[in-house]
């Protein structure tokens, strides 16, 4: 059974920082890329930033420098470094791997940006 467990959410105030974290357990092989996505109040749900085995990065638009992705194929890990943050990036954040073996989702983590 494969298992993503994401940490690091939380509430910070306009201009903060958060360092998310997300780490794959389970019988999970050949990944392909592992990203994260966010769903914020009455959003459908979006790309952040996605980061592929062979380290293509891939960021929205709305993030580009400030936000970091990272990863660590070794520990099946992927992070998500957030910068300068600002009240429209409240949302729930979600991690996914895409693998030979389907995708898989984690349970989400809460990050608030208040004013």
């Known amino acids: 059974q494969v298992q993503l467990v994401e940490s690091g959410g939380g509430l910070v105030q306009a201009g903060g920082s958060l360092r998310l974290s997300c780490a794959a357990s389970g019988m999970i092989f050949s990944i392909y890329d592992m990203g994260w996505y966010r769903q914020g109040p009455g959003k459908q749900r979006e790309l952040v930033a996605s980061?592929?085995?062979?380290?293509?990065?891939n960021y929205a638009d709305s993030v580009k420098g400030r936000f970091t992705i990272s990863g660590d194929n070794a520990k099946k890990s992927v992070y998500l470094q957030m910068s300068s943050l600002k009240p429209e990036d409240t949302a729930v954040y979600y991690c996914k791997v895409r693998s030979g073996y389907g995708n898989f989702w984690g349970q989400g983590t809460q990050v608030t940006v208040s004013s």
């Open positions: 980061i592929s085995s062979g380290g293509n990065i």
